[in-house]
């Protein structure tokens, strides 16, 4: 039977008001297309596992920026290409910057912190369970995890180094709230830095099975005068041995290790 005109506009209309309340009962808004074919899991979840590296140079500085001697050049991940510091942070963090290869904590080996490790340039495995997720770090093993079972952050401040996560599912999107840092990592080689008050929502979400779109909103009212957001994208490692190897990192005194010729003693 051929339908007319009005006929087949009633069945589109119908056919789309359908396909908003199926989605609805889902649990989120109506998903685009690139929410199609994406990995889930047995409770329906996009699936996050697997291998993740990014391919930018956030690591060395999420501003744009030229290349330098052990820095490659760079666009930014910053929306906006601003970080904005209070006047007493931003001159804290050019001297940062001026002494970067002595203060960085990564030169010290300090574990660099969120959200750092996620820009790092090595590659990271996520484990997901139900209520939990894990993050294994090739950078020094580090393991970060991430519950998801609907738990509270613990009461307190507590200093930790890559601070409590609780994540939750909106749609599908992963949103995770991070609070409990101490101060004593930086954003990158560059100097940007942040205080005990850091407050973190990263968001992760699956756009297609190869990669994942990342954005972080950062708050803390120590050193900035508002909230503001990088962006990027982490793709998956699919060489058929894909695996995560061993960095292991080692702090020197630089000072005594070479000291000043003049008098032959460390400063």
């Known amino acids: 039977m051929r339908l007319h005109f009005p006929s087949r506009l009633i069945l589109a209309t119908l056919l789309s ?13 109506v998903q685009g297309p690139a929410a199609t074919g994406i990995p889930r899991t047995a409770d329906g979840k996009p699936d996050l596992s697997g291998i993740w590296q990014v391919l930018n140079t956030a690591a060395w ?10 820095v490659p050049a760079g666009q930014g991940v910053v929306e906006g290409n601003e970080i904005p ?10 001297e940062n910057y001026e002494q970067r290869a002595t203060l960085d904590p990564e030169t010290k080996c300090y574990l660099p912190g969120v959200p750092r490790l996620i ?13 939990e997720l894990t993050f294994l770090h090739e950078f020094v093993h580090a393991v970060r995890y991430i519950f998801t079972n609907g738990s509270p952050h613990p009461s307190g401040h507590i ?11 909106e749609g599908d999107t992963l949103v995770v709230d991070v609070i409990h840092f101490n101060d004593q990592t930086w954003f990158d080689k560059a100097g940007n830095f942040h205080s005990d008050a850091l ?10 099975p190869d990669h994942i779109s990342y954005s972080v909103t950062v708050d803390d009212p120590k050193v900035f005068t508002r909230p503001w957001n990088m962006n990027m994208v982490l793709y998956r490692r699919k060489e058929p041995n894909a695996q995560l190897l061993d960095y ?12 000043y010729p003049e008098t032959g003693a460390s400063k």
Request: charged letters at 25%; hydrophobic letters at 40%.
């Open 17 to 29: 008001l359908v396909q908003a309340f199926v989605a609805h009962a889902a649990g989120g808004a």
């Open 61 to 70: 500085d999420l501003q744009d920026h030229a290349a330098q001697k052990g």
């Open 85 to 94: 510091y209070q006047p007493w942070a931003l001159a804290k963090k050019k």
């Open 119 to 131: 820009y790092m340039p090595f590659p990271f495995q996520i484990i997901q369970k139900p209520n």
């Open 159 to 169: 200093d930790w180094w890559l601070g409590d996560s609780r994540g939750r599912w």
């Open 199 to 208: 407050h973190l929502t990263e968001r992760y979400r699956l756009t297609d």
């Open 248 to 259: 292991e990192c080692y702090g020197f005194d630089f000072e005594k290790l070479y000291p």
